[in-house]
């Protein structure tokens, strides 16, 4: 089954008729299992998934509550200043995991509305309360102009400046595992 924002099951559909959606709005709650569920929340990117639908569906960010804890999926997202760390944490408390996109940020004046750079990454880790952060959405072919290796260097400039400890904000990369701690 997948959980979709709204608009996205019809787009899925078109291609893909046979497959299990479940469409919700920001903060629908959809159970998953008994003690498992996804709630759907604000983030700020525009939707596409083909040449021709853009912004014809909700983008959303994920939570979902599990009984080790919850996890902030908050996607691809510009930092408007942290205004959705700020509520997720508010509504939410502490997450265990936030799962937090890194790349892709440059030029700023043209990628800042809908993705986030390094240090606003380990700043929305902050915001939001994580115990622990995966980083995503970095270091597999270059989407923008900063090259593959600038991602991970800012990410490592913006902990410091924070005084992040490595093992609390990871960025793996492909075939790589972690264990989150309890």
């Not at 996205?8 to 299992?33: C, F, M, P, S």
């Not at 942290?82 to 940020?105: C, M, S, V």
């Not at 924070?162 to 309890?182: C, D, K, S, T």
Request: proline content about 5%; overall charge neutral.
């Amino acid at each position: 089954m997948f959980v979709v924002p709204l608009g996205n099951d019809k787009i899925i559909h078109k291609k893909y008729y046979r497959a299990r959606t479940v469409a919700g709005d920001w903060g629908d709650q959809i159970e998953l299992t008994p003690g498992v569920n996804v709630t759907l929340e604000p983030t700020h990117h525009w939707s596409a998934r083909g040449t021709t639908d853009r912004r014809n569906a909700l983008w959303a960010a994920f939570v979902i509550g599990t009984p080790g804890g919850a996890i902030y999926h908050i996607g691809d997202t510009g930092f408007h200043d942290g205004h959705n760390y700020r509520e997720a944490a508010a509504k939410y408390g502490e997450f265990r995991l936030a799962i937090l996109p890194f790349g892709a940020f440059e030029p700023r004046d043209f990628m800042k509305a809908q993705h986030q750079n390094p240090d606003e990454a380990v700043q929305g880790h902050m915001l939001c309360r994580a115990r622990y952060t995966l980083g995503h959405h970095w270091g597999t072919f270059q989407l923008t102009d900063e090259s593959i290796d600038d991602q991970i260097n800012h990410l490592k400039a913006a902990k410091t400046k924070y005084a992040i400890a490595e093992e609390r904000f990871r960025a793996l990369r492909p075939g790589q595992v972690w264990n989150v701690p309890a």
